[in-house]
Structures are given as C-alpha cells and as structure tokens.
C-alpha cells in the first residue's frame, strides 16, 4: 500500500541552525509534493509545492528538494528561529487521483 | 473572506448519537474533502468531492456520510457514533482537484470527543 514516512516524530534545534525534514514514500508515483505547516489547534497552512520535474524550491528561508529516485523530499529553513516551531506535514498527489496522502508530520522546536 | 469555516470548534458526543460537523468555503472552490487527524497517524481522508452533487470515499468512509448540494458547503454526518470517532476533524477545499497540482485550504477543526 502506499506510504508516507517523515524522519522523526520530533526533532529539536538551536536557533540559527538549519533545519532538515525528511519525507519518504513507497509505492508510490507522485508528480508532486507539497509541504504544509500546523501551529496547535489550528488547521495545515499551505508552504511550498515541488513537482516531479524540479528539483528545488525556494521561498524566503525555506528550501525543498524532490528526489524521485530515492523517494524523497527534504524541507529545510535556514537561519531558524523560534516562531518557526511547528508541525510540518508533507503531500503527495498525482494526475488521476482525487486523493491526497499525508505523512504524519514532524514536529519541530526551535530552542532560543 | 472568511475562508473555510468550520462550526462547532468542540463537541462531545455519547456513543450511539448522531450528529453533524458543518463545513462552509467563500472561495467558490469546486474541491472539497474531510480529514480525521489522529496522533502517530496523520491527515486521513474520509470523503471528498468535486463538485456540487458528487462525492466519493476516501481511505476510511465508514461511519460517516456527506452530501454536496451547494458549492459553499459539505457537511460531515456522523450516523451513530463511536469511541473510535473520537478524533480532530478538518475541512479542506481547493481550486482544482489534486490532479492538478493545487493547494488544500483548510478550516480551524473540530475537536470531537466520543464518550
């Protein structure tokens, strides 16, 4: 069946540092990923869209790579601060589906 | 615009009861879907549609119910509810359908509890 992994349930970093979120798929043919960030309590707020065809994404601190071969998308911000803690989703859909796959997020603290 | 609003914010719910969470989008969206988000596992899709009077299932359908009359809105049913309902339910609309590579807008959720 088809499946979304993100690396880690959690992951904490130093303000300044770079972050990096991982997603993983199997079984899957995506033509595109997105990249969603949830504050508590409050719904998934749309990032960043890679397709299948490119290869980075930029906006502002964030950055998203999409490797087809290895099945996987890496989220990364730069210069990190703490308004960045959240959790960040990644998902995948395709030409022919109705359906989107959600991963089941990483949660990420940015200590001060 | 308001966006994609969602009513009641918390419910309580006992086992057996009915009930309906609504949903309503100001963006003309012909897209639009229902999540349950659950820890340790994600957004699941429990039903979607494209469009005024059409609907389908999404990858856990049972217990629940929608209908699409309007544009505007999609209401979730909850036929008799169950402690495995117990959940954080999100609205979602978009432009365009997944297969064209547009973004989910989503409503603030409801926190559902299931005694």
């Known amino acids: 069946s088809q499946k979304i992994e993100q690396n880690s349930e959690a992951l904490n970093i130093q303000e300044g540092k770079t972050a990096t979120l991982t997603c993983n798929y199997t079984?899957?043919?995506?033509?595109?990923l997105q990249w969603y960030r949830q504050d508590p309590g409050r719904g998934p707020v749309f990032l960043l869209l890679?397709?299948?065809?490119?290869k980075e994404k930029r906006k502002e601190r964030l950055k998203v790579t999409f490797d087809t071969t290895l099945k996987q998308s890496l989220f990364h911000i730069t210069a990190s601060q703490p308004a960045d803690s959240a959790t960040y989703l990644c998902?995948?859909?395709?030409?022919?589906?109705?359906?989107?796959?959600f991963g089941t997020g990483t949660r990420l603290k940015v200590l001060a | 615009n308001a966006g994609v609003t969602q009513t009641p914010k918390f419910q309580v719910l006992k086992t057996g009861q009915s009930m309906t969470l609504q949903c309503a989008q100001d963006?003309?969206?012909?897209?639009m879907s229902w999540y349950r988000q659950d820890p340790g596992m994600g957004l699941r899709l429990i039903h979607y549609?494209?469009?005024?009077?059409?609907?389908d299932q999404g990858e856990v359908p049972n217990g629940y119910n929608v209908s699409r009359s309007t544009t505007e809105d999609f209401p979730l049913r909850l036929l008799s509810a169950a402690p495995s309902q117990t959940s954080v339910y999100f609205c979602?609309?978009?432009?365009?359908?997944?297969?064209?590579?547009?973004?989910?807008?989503f409503g603030s959720g409801t926190q559902l509890s299931v005694l």
């Open positions: 079984n899957y043919s995506p033509a595109y």
């Open positions: 998902a995948l859909g395709s030409p022919g589906t109705y359906k989107y796959i």
């Open positions: 549609s494209v469009g005024a009077g059409i609907t």
């Open positions: 979602a609309s978009s432009p365009g359908t997944p297969a064209t590579n547009e973004k989910l807008f």
């Open positions: 890679i397709r299948e065809n490119e």
């Open positions: 963006m003309n969206h012909e897209y």
